[in-house]
């Protein structure tokens, strides 16, 4: 399984390149700090970036394969989504670049959703295309799951269509459902504000676990 980063988007709200914005102390930028979450996740064999053709030069100190988007036009995580199933040809667990509260054990509950439900292949009629969490209110969360190589053709089918969202991209019956624990760690950097947010979450995560002595 590749460990795919999202990291092409424009980030026109963020007002730079929110890729390369550092949050965590220690833990290098955003795609950095992403392509250490996939590869700590049982099951990924390697770490991929997707972005555009002019990122390519910026992250090739990550050491991680570069997936550039294949198609011109308006960079979707869609387009960069089809690009990795099509170079590696094995399943792909995606995450946005854009999500500083993420944690490893949250991304493993993916792997191992997938693996029960792929022991139990006999008990459906249609193959798994899609592994995914869902909230308590039904709302998915496709950018952070595992597509599987059967998926493509409904990617392609919608870039075809003219169609860049992500959510219904495969149909219904093709989802593996995982119940989302909690949203904080699905929280993205969309903005400044949204950074700021995260690094006061960050502080009083580790207060909470360092506590300061009493005098």
Not at 112 to 137: G, H, I, W
Not at 148 to 157: G, M, Q, W
Request: aromatic residues 6%; neutral net charge.
């Amino acid at each position: 399984m590749t460990g795919l980063v999202l990291a092409g988007g424009r980030s026109s709200r963020f007002g730079s390149d929110k890729s390369r914005a550092v949050v965590h102390d220690g833990a290098g930028d955003m795609t950095t700090f992403s392509l250490g979450l996939v590869s700590a996740v049982p099951g990924v064999e390697r770490t991929a970036v997707s972005c555009r053709a002019e990122q390519v030069p910026l992250f090739r100190k990550t050491g991680a394969l570069l997936i550039p988007d294949e198609e011109d036009g308006t960079p979707t995580p869609l387009r960069g989504l089809a690009a990795a199933l099509k170079h590696g040809g094995d399943a792909v667990l995606t995450i946005p670049c854009d999500l500083p509260l993420m944690r490893p054990d949250v991304l493993a509950a993916l792997p191992r959703a997938r693996e029960q439900r792929k022991m139990n292949a006999a008990s459906f009629e249609r193959p798994l295309l899609r592994t995914c969490f869902v909230y308590d209110d039904g709302w998915l969360e496709p950018l952070v799951a595992i597509y599987e190589p059967e998926s493509l053709p409904y990617l392609e089918e919608a870039l075809h269509g003219g169609r860049f969202g992500i959510y219904g991209v495969v149909p219904s019956w093709g989802d593996c459902l995982v119940p989302c624990p909690d949203r904080t760690p699905f929280l993205n950097m969309n903005t400044l504000q949204d950074r700021e947010k995260a690094r006061r979450l960050l502080r009083r995560e580790t207060e909470g676990r360092h506590p300061r002595p009493l005098p």
